[in-house]
């Protein structure tokens, strides 16, 4: 059985039972082993964390930096080792998918997460110099991090975006690994570890455990060494972490499930369908539509475009098969969300099913329903059928289509198409205030896929796509305040203020809100 | 029976009962009759709160900016019925006080939300124009307020902190006034109603209703049609809330308690005790103790002049009469919570117990207890004695202070007084890293009552003083953030963009991070 990596060392875990992962391209598990790990585990390593915080604090950004910087050279030095790893836990295809965009995304992450260390900005540092009152955003303790199956190293427990703010942000990380990909996540905390040698930081800032009984995920999330929680997964699991996390008050920030609706105007429609069912089918099936920013629902005019819109897309999944799943898990709950969607109105469309015993997979599936349905029936319609599922949903009027805007739960997207020119601007004004408040990010004339690592980036959204509408997974510098708590500094000594608090500005690219205006320079001292 | 503001209008309550504040310096019980609104009372609020929020998105922030300044207008013009009213139901002294401090500073709270709201640098306009990805906060939804005892204005459903700032980010509120100062409320909401007329916003912008059952307040916070809630006050009734909000996933903000440790070092102690004393007594006496501020807890040396310190602030307490109290609540829980330290091990070293039955109080109270005591005890050696109460925790050396400090909550604020040479400068060292986890606000050499209204103010702090520890009640323009989701524009038309991510900077006053630095210029648009 494999060990688990706590306080700097590969140990036995004191486990409760054992798992292995499966190739999901022959269905045949994997013949590694990893424990199922007991309270004894996550007690050892919740004590390590909270010790190498408070090394952590003393050390300084620049260790943290170098830390983040190393651990991208040492991924680039095994990639693939990785790729291989990850394509036979994930079925993902090593290229372009994991050796050319995954991983590269990933150590991009880790290095622009290095930066915003060193230079601080994202701590958004205030001084308010006539009342000598300075505050800073600041490592609140240990983050426990949950991955999810379908970003094996970019949202990784111990490699991805979240691991990479709550590393910048000053704290440690015990990763929880996706029990799909147990020995991708291996190898990327053995990377881990021996950047953290390289870079002399505490051993105990990256920990791993596999996998723990669902009562000690639940006692881990709400124990007092721990500082935040960052979760991305299956909504059912995220709710019962966030309760027990909540009920302790402990900022747990969660990505659950979000269908991005994409909403085609009539005027685009008529005036480039093909172009658009083209990109759609691109974006829907790409990765088997495993996806967070799956575009899963269309809402498309009742109209002989719309029905041509619908008919060509069914076309296409028809002919193509079902790419191929991430685990059994994600198959069987796929095919549960297209049954109980059929079950609530809608139709399915495509006729292909073809199933192929040899992988996980289901046939390409695209469903349609009314607008009608959907608005009397909204909690169904809106299932999550992760995988390459879509529901095609086709509205009578504007007017309707806000009904159906207005009966949303929240998004991590939702996407605009409308014509070129103006034909579709009265309906696009009207419709557009509405989806603004469902959705994170609003695109016009783009697919939601494909998330980029930009300052600007939110991806995030209102309940139930994550845990609280003003927080975004993605994007340095806001995601890193995430995992940092507010600090001020009423009154306190020169000497004893924390480095971005300081008269003297500790580099050109630290920008500080000094008196109400954004400067990279010093503070006058007060005389 | 008074009305309830709802939708513009004064009307009649479809209440469920009545209720009457006090006047703690009399304990006779007003005249007034508030309504105990029922469910019907909070559904129609919220339903003129959606729709007023609709209408506010599409007016913009300059006819908030005007709402905010007017309401400071018409605040006022009845200063001196609101300072009246306020006095009658709080007890709190008219002046200096009332009029001279906490008026003005709730006028300067609202002029400020107007600035903000004007500029809209508190939303962080983000641009990445490479990608033409562009986030901006924005308004969530109708905010629910529920306004503390002891800051009637400053702090007040309609017109205090939190009010300011959920109307600067565009949400329309609803507030549910404290009910020990109902009257001073309904004069702050007529003059709030008559500032919505005068500016053309949305009637419904504010509405007020003054009581609700337990489960209709847990019913309101969790209704789809709100987007956040703002809550201070006890710990008890802001946890219920807390758990029907989270389970729905919407945003909360809690202000619950603090004990608001002050820590005396040895050489501060030996050098200025008697200032130290003097400094101490005032503060934690000043309007009775009833700050959420209030430094209720001192750490001071196990030593011959932590004794004197002692000693000589038993002195003074003894030797001054109790202040008034907010109201009979306020006396009964902070007799039971005196009780209840001396049960766990405290001791009372005030012996005045000279009690009067004309007014609501209690003799000031003094009470000590050992560091042993405290670590072996610490939750119950934390009770919050809300009022003129004091518990001295003596230690025996800083390795102790630090266990002590380890033992502590969340706390909204922490005071380490040392030497003004460098006598105490190790023990610093050593023990405000524990504490800048404790606490939201470090303060040196001064006492934490006096919250400024700076950028740089943190009024907030790690669990049980708030609900989270990334967020501040004072200090604009952070405050307003909680009230805020984040929205990503995605290859969003330039026409279509929100005013403030345009190519053009709206003001120079508007701050905006493009490309990774802050500025207040234009964006140079990408051909």
Redesign the interface.
């Known amino acids: 059985m494999e060990k688990v990596l706590i306080d700097g060392k590969w140990i036995n875990s004191q486990s409760t039972g054992e798992f292995s992962a499966a190739n999901p391209n022959t269905r045949e598990p994997s013949s590694e082993g990893y424990p199922m790990s007991s309270w004894a585990d996550c007690d050892a390593a919740l004590e390590a964390a909270a010790n190498a915080f408070?090394e952590l604090?003393?050390l300084g950004s620049e260790s943290i930096a170098l830390f983040l910087e190393t651990f991208a050279t040492k991924i680039e030095e095994v990639s693939t080792e990785l790729v291989d790893m990850a394509h036979f836990e994930t079925g993902l295809p090593k290229s372009p998918r994991l050796a050319d965009v995954e991983l590269p995304r990933t150590t991009n992450q880790l290095r622009l997460a290095a930066d915003a260390a060193r230079n601080g900005s994202w701590a958004?540092p205030?001084?308010?110099t006539q009342?000598n009152?300075?505050?800073v955003?600041?490592p609140?303790?240990p983050v426990v991090i949950f991955g999810p199956n379908n970003f094996p190293f970019a949202f990784g427990s111990v490699s991805g975006g979240d691991f990479a703010a709550a590393i910048a942000a000053g704290n440690p990380v015990i990763g929880k690994a996706n029990s799909s990909h147990p020995g991708t996540t291996r190898i990327l905390a053995e990377q881990a570890i021996k950047a953290a040698e390289l870079s002399n930081v505490p051993s105990a800032i990256v920990q791993l455990i596999y996998r723990t009984s669902h009562s000690d995920g639940e006692r881990m999330v709400s124990d007092p060494r721990v500082g935040a929680i960052g979760y991305t997964g299956s909504r059912t699991a995220g709710l019962k972490l966030?309760?027990a996390a909540?009920?302790?008050?402990?900022?747990i920030y969660l990505e659950l499930s979000s269908v991005n609706p994409v909403i085609i105007l009539p005027g685009a429609n008529e005036e480039r369908m093909e172009s658009l069912v083209e990109d759609y089918v691109t974006s829907s099936l790409m990765g088997a539509g495993q996806f967070c920013t799956n575009p899963g629902i269309v809402l498309i005019p009742e109209s002989e475009t719309g029905r041509s819109f619908i008919a060509a897309v069914q076309e296409k999944f028809d002919a193509s098969p079902g790419g191929t799943l991430l685990s059994a898990a994600v198959e069987k709950s796929l095919l549960q969300s297209i049954a109980f969607l059929e079950s609530n109105g809608a139709t399915r469309l495509t006729t292909n099913s073809k199933t192929d015993d040899s992988r996980f997979c289901c046939p390409n599936a695209l469903l349609t329903t009314t607008g009608e349905n959907f608005i009397n029936n909204p909690e169904a319609m809106q299932t999550e059928a992760f995988g390459n599922a879509s529901l095609f949903v086709t509205y009578q009027s504007i007017d309707q289509l806000v009904e159906i805007i207005d009966a949303m739960e929240?998004n991590l997207?939702g996407c605009i198409y409308s014509h070129t020119g103006d034909l579709d601007d009265s309906s696009?004004r009207r419709i557009?205030?509405h989806l603004?408040?469902k959705v994170?990010?609003?695109?016009?004339?783009?697919m939601p896929t494909g998330v980029?690592v930009?300052?600007?980036?939110?991806h995030?959204g209102?309940?139930?796509a994550t845990?609280?509408?003003?927080?975004?997974a993605v994007?340095i510098p806001?995601t890193i305040?995430?995992f940092?708590?507010?600090?001020?500094?009423?009154?306190?000594?020169q000497g004893?203020l924390p480095r971005l608090l300081g008269d003297g500005c500790p580099s050109e690219n630290t920008?500080r809100?000094v008196?109400?205006?954004?400067?990279n320079g010093d503070v006058q001292p007060s005389v």
Chains 1, 2 share one sequence.
């Open positions: 408070l604090r003393s958004l205030t001084i308010d009342l009152i300075r505050s955003y600041a609140l303790g966030k309760t909540d009920a302790v008050g402990k900022p929240g997207t696009y557009a205030p603004a408040q994170g990010r609003l695109l016009n004339d783009k980029a930009s300052s600007a980036m939110n995030g209102p309940y139930p845990g609280h509408p003003g927080h975004t994007g806001g305040r995430r940092a708590m507010l600090q001020c500094y009423d009154n306190v000594r004893r920008w809100l008196d109400g205006r954004w400067t």
